[in-house]
C-alpha cells in the first residue's frame, strides 16, 4: 500500500502547454511538499504547505501553482511550460516541520517539454 | 546558495568493505540531520537521522556520525552490500525550517 503516490510517472508535453501533477499521500501527515530534482540532481523545495499555510518558495516561476483540495492531497499544476522546466518532480509529505519533518517521498514525476 | 554539500558524486567500494560518505554544511542553525537512498526510478527513502545533540547513531550496519565544530557528518556502511548500491542524500533541517534541506547525493557502487 503506497505511502506517497504520485502521478503519472512520467509526462512528455510540447512548449506551452499546461500540465497537473497528482500527490496524495495516505500517512495522515499535516504536511506535503513539491521538490525538483534538476539535472545536476539537486533536490530543491518548491512548497510545503501544511493544513493551515502554503510557503512558498520564491525562487519558483508563478507559473508553478500547488493546490490543496485536502490534507492528504497536493497537486502541483504548471503553465506555460517551458523546456528548463523539464526535471523530476517529487511529491512528500511529513508530520511536521523541524525535527518532525522525515519526509516520505512518491515515486517522482519525470518531466519533458520538447 | 546550497546549504548542505556531498562533494564527492560518486563512490565505489568492494562488497564486504566500509563505505563512507560525507556531507558538509554551511547553515549553523541546522540540528537534526538525515540520510536518504535512493533507487533509480523511486523516490528517496529515509534511512537513517541523528540529532545536534549527539555525535554518533547506529542502526545495524549504518552509522551517522556528526562532528558540529567541523559542520561536518558522515555516513558509515560496514559491511558494504550489493543492494546498498544507491544515490545517497544528506538532508537538514533546524526546528523553526519549513522543509529539508538536501546535498547533491553521491552515487554509491558495490562491487561483488
Known amino acids: 500500500d503506497t505511502a506517497v503516490s504520485q502521478t503519472p510517472k512520467y509526462l512528455v508535453t510540447q512548449m506551452g502547454n499546461d500540465k497537473s501533477i497528482k500527490c496524495e499521500q495516505n500517512?495522515?501527515?499535516?504536511?506535503m511538499y513539491w521538490y525538483k530534482q534538476d539535472s545536476k540532481k539537486f533536490l530543491k523545495i518548491m512548497f510545503s504547505y501544511n493544513n493551515k499555510e502554503l510557503i512558498i518558495n520564491e525562487t519558483v516561476p508563478n507559473r508553478f501553482s500547488p493546490k490543496s483540495p485536502d490534507k492528504a492531497h497536493l497537486n502541483l499544476h504548471i503553465n506555460s511550460l517551458e523546456l528548463g522546466d523539464s526535471a523530476v518532480y517529487f511529491c512528500?509529505?511529513?508530520w511536521g516541520a523541524g525535527t518532525n519533518a522525515e519526509a516520505f517521498f512518491g515515486q517522482g514525476t519525470r518531466l519533458t517539454v520538447v | 546558495d546550497q546549504q548542505v554539500k556531498q562533494n564527492s558524486p560518486s563512490l565505489s567500494v568492494q562488497e564486504g568493505r566500509i563505505s563512507i560518505l560525507n556531507c558538509d554544511y554551511t547553515?549553523?542553525?541546522?540540528?537534526?540531520f538525515l540520510w536518504y537512498k535512493k533507487y533509480p526510478a523511486e523516490g528517496p527513502t529515509f534511512l537513517i537521522s541523528i540529532s545536534s545533540i549527539k555525535d554518533k547513531n547506529e542502526d545495524g550496519r549504518f552509522t551517522v556520525f556528526l562532528n558540529k565544530s567541523a559542520k561536518h557528518l558522515s555516513l558509515h556502511i560496514v559491511p558494504s552490500q550489493p543492494g546498498d548500491s544507491a544515490v545517497y542524500f544528506c538532508a537538514a533541517i533546524w526546528a523553526g525550517a519549513n522543509n529539508l534541506f538536501f546535498g547533491t547525493g553521491t552515487r554509491l557502487t558495490v562491487i561483488p
Open positions: 500517512l495522515g501527515h499535516d504536511t
Open positions: 547553515n549553523s542553525m541546522f540540528d537534526y
Open positions: 512528500a509529505s511529513s
